[in-house]
């Protein structure tokens, strides 16, 4: 794949500007635990911090511990994936692991600027809300899913050669 550096570098900078705008006009804009009804009975911005992992994973570990734990684990997380990028050739995965990245490093930036993530996005259908989350973990998301793409079509191009 021809110039796999700048469409990676191009991604996660795009990501990352994208994560830290909308995340800086929720903290000009929106208080702490205010709702902003977007579409009734199914999205709202809500400014909430998350001090765990996914889902609030980890949210009561003492401060620094989990501070060390999370940047610790990004930052080598990080690495891996620079790895990936390096030794790959095929553009999906490209894509996916450069998202990936992306959302991990403005993730990062949160913990790093305020030991927490600032999250808003809400997703909900009546009663069942879905959690809170930015434009860092919809990057994951978007890069995971396609990571899961990637290996159902070449195993369906493995059976078919097969």
Do not use: C
């Not at 006009?25 to 709202?44: A, D, K, Q, W």
């Not at 610790?72 to 994936?81: D, E, K, R």
């Not at 996916?96 to 949160?110: M, P, Q, R, W, Y």
């Amino acid at each position: 794949m021809k110039n796999k550096y700048l469409w990676s570098g191009s991604i996660v900078g795009a990501v990352l500007v994208l994560d830290q705008l909308t995340k800086y006009l929720v903290l000009s804009s929106i208080h702490l635990y205010e709702r902003i009804t977007v579409i009734p009975g199914f999205f709202n911005l809500t400014h909430v911090r998350n001090k765990g992992a996914a889902f609030g994973l980890l949210a009561d570990v003492p401060g620094i511990w989990r501070g060390l734990f999370f940047i610790t684990t990004t930052l080598a997380a990080l690495a891996v994936i620079g790895f990936l990028i390096r030794k790959t050739q095929d553009r999906l995965q490209v894509w996916a692991f450069s998202l990936i990245a992306a959302g991990a490093a403005g993730n990062l930036i949160d913990r790093i600027r305020f030991d927490e993530v600032v999250d808003f996005i809400q997703w909900y259908f009546r009663s069942f809300y879905w959690p809170s989350f930015n434009v860092a973990d919809s990057a994951i998301s978007v890069g995971v899913g396609l990571l899961i793409l990637d290996m159902v079509l070449k195993k369906d191009t493995k059976e078919e050669n097969s």
